[in-house]
């Protein structure tokens, strides 16, 4: 019996793959990265938008930007010029232009695009022109990192998970930095740096996470004991979120009971002993073995 591959949606799908056409070749080759003229179009448009980014990069020192200014303009516009064509042709080829505009990478191409026409209308817009560099966040997408994307989805889910736990740690580390602030304030007072309640908890916060920038310091023998304190439960406390996080992240990682549970009607395999309906095509499952013997 042939185990049914499960492949991940492309990312395009949810905006409406056509069905023939030019707009159909254009979306084979912009939203399917696993033909030859896809994989050449991501390698492309990487190389392109990390140039991009250098330029800003660069134009960013005044000594390089004083010496190719020009050259810099010239680059600017091309780089432009391509994301436009590549923004329109994505609105072009998906059967919802609209729902692509307002998603999140649409939204990232748009930001990267207008800085550019803007500046030209507005000189003083011209600092807008480093959100391009927001482009690199479609480095991910391009590349279809499969494994990191399920990585970062495992992840995620640990994170929501914890996120009641992580809520009540919280907010007993707010209590403690407020607490120990306002005892800060009390006990080293304006005359040592501890002006008002807010610089006492800035001063709590930043030495709980050990972070100790050193622009406020406590001067008496008692403030030096509370910092102290401060000290050790920061070094105690930043391990419990990390430890909260990690325990889901185990739990969701373990392995799961291993079964032959094939559906009927698409003849995949491998669906855990609790599951009701196939996971690939949706139709209800027969019972485990385990469970009709019961």
């Not at 000189?123 to 990585?151: N, S, W």
């Not at 406020?216 to 050790?232: F, N, W, Y």
Request: charged share 15%.
């Amino acid at each position: 019996m042939t185990k049914k591959t499960t492949l991940q949606p492309l990312d395009g799908q949810r905006f409406g793959r056509p069905d023939t056409g030019w707009r159909l070749k254009i979306y084979t080759v912009i939203f399917e990265a696993d033909t030859r003229a896809g994989r050449l179009f991501d390698l492309l448009l990487i190389g392109v938008i990390l140039a991009s980014v250098g330029v800003v990069v660069l134009d960013s020192m005044a000594e390089v930007h004083a010496r190719y200014s020009a050259v810099f303009n010239v680059l600017e516009w091309v780089f432009t010029t391509v994301f436009t064509v590549e923004y329109i042709a994505r609105l072009a080829c998906v059967r919802r232009p609209m729902r692509y505009a307002k998603s999140g990478f649409g939204t990232i191409d748009l930001l990267a695009l207008l800085p550019t026409y803007l500046a030209v209308l507005v000189p003083g817009l011209h600092a807008l022109i480093d959100v391009r560099v927001l482009r690199l966040l479609r480095i991910f997408r391009i590349l279809k990192l499969t494994a990191y994307v399920a990585e970062f989805r495992a992840l995620g889910q640990a994170l929501s998970a914890s996120r009641r736990k992580i809520l009540v740690f919280m907010s007993f580390v707010m209590v403690v930095v407020v607490v120990m602030g306002t005892l800060m304030y009390v006990v080293e007072g304006a005359a040592n740096g501890y002006t008002s309640i807010p610089v006492g908890v800035y001063w709590a916060i930043t030495t709980m996470t050990t972070v100790g920038f050193g622009d406020i310091t406590p001067k008496t023998d008692l403030g030096r004991v509370i910092a102290s304190l401060m000290m050790l439960l920061g070094w105690g406390t930043l391990a419990v979120p990390t430890g909260i996080v990690s325990a889901e992240f185990t739990l969701q990682r373990m392995p799961r009971v291993p079964t032959t549970r094939t559906c009927h009607e698409c003849l995949s395999e491998g669906h855990a002993p609790g599951a009701r309906f196939c996971s690939d095509c949706g139709a209800v499952l027969p019972r485990w073995q385990h469970e009709a013997a019961e």
